[in-house]
């Protein structure tokens, strides 16, 4: 069974910077392409980005990128959103997750963590 536990969410100004780590555990993570979403109040959970487990490739959400930055460690198990120039507008919860193919879409992402609230203030 994999597990999720994602860290480093908190409150930030805008213009601030925060890194989000998330530790898997239950399988070969160097296997597993990561994903990190998010979900502010009263919307939909939307695709942030993610990175596939050779770490050969990446993909952003248009409003993130230039800003977010996600990476991998396998020797650690965990892999991370830097977070840069953050916005009212980022202000959710934010989930990693893993799944069954290299995606955009929350469906093809069988395992979540609980997810790790970051709160940028204007």
């Known amino acids: 069974q994999v597990q999720l536990v994602e860290s480093g969410g908190g409150l930030v100004q805008t213009g601030g910077s925060l890194r989000l780590s998330c530790v898997f555990s239950?399988?070969?993570?160097?296997?597993?392409?990561m994903g990190w979403f998010r979900q502010a109040p009263g919307s939909l959970r939307e695709f942030v980005s993610n990175?596939?487990?050779?770490?050969?490739?990446?993909d952003y959400t248009d409003s993130v990128k230039g800003r977010f930055t996600i990476s991998r460690d396998n020797a650690k198990i965990t892999v991370y959103l830097q977070m840069n120039s953050l916005k009212p507008e980022d202000t959710a919860v934010y989930y990693c997750?893993?799944?069954?193919?290299?995606?955009?879409?929350?469906?093809?992402?069988?395992?979540w963590g609980h997810g790790t609230q970051v709160t940028v203030s204007s």
């Open positions: 239950g399988r070969d993570f160097s296997m597993h392409d």
């Open positions: 997750a893993t799944g069954r193919t290299f995606s955009s879409s929350a469906v093809n992402y069988d395992y």
């Open positions: 990175i596939r487990w050779k770490e050969t490739e990446t």
